[in-house]
């Protein structure tokens, strides 16, 4: 695939999309308008900012969520990074990075497919100051007897499966909690 795809598949999700309300709808519209200003808006290359993609990843029953111990943030948040050039859609990244961090091959896309929009400044891996604008979807891991095995990345600290309603102190609060109710699921 190339840029100008994973653009216009992010573009289009985003216009479709149903926010699950106002704050949500106006980062919609915040969002659209960066892409609409910056053509490579979906690489890391792009220094003002750019789109990520991220995964809450639950077990096949909803009862448990992967989360991962990030180095830069400290705290446990879902899967997710950034898009490559090859990836064929904004969702397909979120898929990609998933798989990559956890591990477990057989991920689905959930039909919910998009759950929240967040952004936050960050020093990524371009060593300087920037914006991340990130588009987190759902994904389900395919049923198993028990969990699904999962493969840390060197990406990660630390990476363990957690009860929806006993997630661990350090979680990225109000996020994790609110992305597995929009899932959902009760916290």
């Known amino acids: 695939m190339s840029t100008e795809s994973l653009h216009a ?3 289009a999700l985003l216009t479709t999309w ?3 309300d106002s704050d949500q709808d106006s980062l919609r519209h915040t969002v659209l308008a960066f892409l609409g200003a910056a053509p490579e ?17 639950l077990d096949a029953e909803h009862r448990h969520v992967l989360l991962t111990l990030h180095p830069r943030v400290g705290k446990w948040i879902q899967l997710g990074g950034h898009c490559e050039p090859e990836d064929e859609s904004i969702s397909a990244a979120a898929v990609r990075e998933a798989r990559e961090e956890s591990g477990i091959p057989d991920l689905q896309l959930s039909a919910s497919g998009l759950l929240a929009l967040h952004t936050h400044p960050i020093t990524c891996s371009l060593g300087v100051p920037t914006r991340h604008l990130d588009l ?3 994904v389900t891991a395919a049923p ?12 990660s600290v630390d990476l363990r499966w957690w009860p929806v309603d006993a997630l661990p102190e350090n979680t ?3 996020h994790i909690p609110r992305l597995i109710a929009l899932a959902g699921q009760p916290v």
Not at 41 to 57: E, K, M, N, Y
Not at 144 to 155: F, K, N, T, V
């Open 18 to 20: 149903q926010a699950p």
């Open 144 to 155: 198993a007897e028990g969990l699904p095995p999962i493969s840390r990345s060197g990406e």
């Open 41 to 57: 808006g979906c690489l890391r290359r792009s220094v003002p900012g750019h789109i990520t993609a991220s995964t809450l990843v």
């Open 9 to 11: 598949s992010t573009v």
């Open 136 to 138: 987190r979807f759902l």
């Open 172 to 174: 990225e609060y109000p």
